[in-house]
Structures are given as structure tokens and as C-alpha cells.
């Protein structure tokens, strides 16, 4: 039986409300599905971004234990945060926000950390993935262009690659291009095929 066979065996679960992750799952050929469990997002200032996002991805995957009874059941729980000169940045409250954020992002190089947990009732994964992005100094008609017509309140640093302000802003990208998007995909996959192979 080969990996994809054995996929099939087991109940996915995306603990996510993403569509940017569940688009890389689909694109990845991960079959899952979606279930979303309010969680505490909170986490002390002192804590370095690497902590932050394993931490994050954990307390997620911990709001799962019923469905981990189940020995089917994969649950996978991500994080994502963006950090600029050591301060996070994270979901903006409204426009006004945003546009500060992307005024602070512009003409500058950030990291982008995703934190990821593949919890089974036998066994975890957990780690994270880091990236470097470089926008080119943007103007403000610009950034509130881009404020406006995609609204970017759910996406930490207040922007998405794989929208306008991406393709028009954005001039390098050290790592992995799915990463800030929201999911390291590649290693979800590796981790994945690694487990099942394993029978967990």
C-alpha cells in the first residue's frame, strides 16, 4: 500500500480557518478536513518568536483531545507571526493599523516563523519553519490601495504574499514561499509520510 492509500485511512483534521491553508493542503494532495476550536491565543512578551509559535501550534492541537480518542485522527495546528527588528507583529485591529504595520514592513526585510503541531493519540511533530521577506519601500497610495481592496485584517503583518501587495512589493524571499503564506506545506508533508510509514 503506498502513502496515498494509506492517507485515506486517516481522519485529517485542519485545525484551521485559514483558506491560504487549506489551499496549500489541498495543492499539497492532503485529503483533511476543516474544524476550528476557539483557543487562547495569549503568550508573555518575553518569549523568543521560535517559542511563540510552538507554543501557539500546541495550545491549539490541546483543544482536540476527544477527537484524539480516536485512532484515526490527525489533528494539524499551525501558527503564524511576523517579526520585524525583534518585535512581533501581529493581526492589524483596523485600516489604520494595517496601514502602520505595512509602512513599517516597507522598504525593509521581516521573518516570517510558523509554528506547526502533527498531534496523533500515539505520537507528535512539532516544529517550526523560518522565512526572510524583503519589500521594496512602498508608497502610501499604495499601501492604502491595497488596505482597501483586499482587507487584510486576518493576516498577521497585515498583508498576504499571494495577494496584490505581494506581487507588486515584495523583492526577495529567502525560504519557503508557502511558509508565509501560512503553512510550510513541505515539511507537513514530509512529517506526515514519515509518521504513516511509521504506522505512527
Not at 67 to 93: Q, S, Y
Not at 132 to 161: C, M, N, S, W
Request: hydrophobic letters at 35%; proline letters at 5%.
Amino acid at each position: 500500500m503506498n502513502f496515498f492509500d494509506r492517507l485515506k485511512q486517516y481522519d485529517i483534521i485542519l485545525a484551521s480557518q485559514s483558506p491560504r491553508r487549506r489551499e496549500l493542503m489541498e495543492a499539497a494532495g492532503i485529503p483533511f478536513r476543516t474544524m476550528v476550536r476557539p483557543t487562547d491565543e495569549a503568550f508573555t512578551n518575553d518569549m523568543p518568536p521560535t517559542d511563540v509559535v510552538i507554543h501557539l501550534c500546541r495550545k491549539k492541537a490541546n483543544c482536540f483531545r476527544d477527537e484524539l480518542k480516536r485512532p484515526e485522527a490527525i489533528i494539524i495546528t499551525a501558527d503564524t507571526i511576523v517579526v520585524h527588528d525583534g518585535r512581533i507583529i501581529n493581526k492589524p485591529g483596523g485600516a489604520e493599523e494595517a496601514f502602520a504595520m505595512l509602512s513599517t514592513l516597507s522598504g525593509s526585510t521581516h521573518e516570517v516563523y510558523t509554528g506547526v503541531c502533527i498531534r496523533h493519540q500515539e505520537n507528535e511533530r512539532v516544529f517550526y519553519y523560518h522565512s526572510l521577506v524583503t519589500f521594496r519601500a512602498l508608497k502610501e497610495e499604495e499601501i492604502r490601495y491595497y488596505i482597501k481592496h483586499y482587507q487584510p485584517f486576518d493576516k498577521a503583518g497585515a498583508y498576504g504574499i499571494q495577494e496584490w501587495i505581494g506581487y507588486i512589493g515584495i523583492t526577495s524571499i529567502e525560504g519557503s514561499y508557502p511558509n508565509v503564506m501560512g503553512m510550510p506545506v513541505h515539511k507537513v508533508y514530509e512529517y506526515l509520510n514519515e509518521m504513516i510509514s511509521n504506522e505512527i
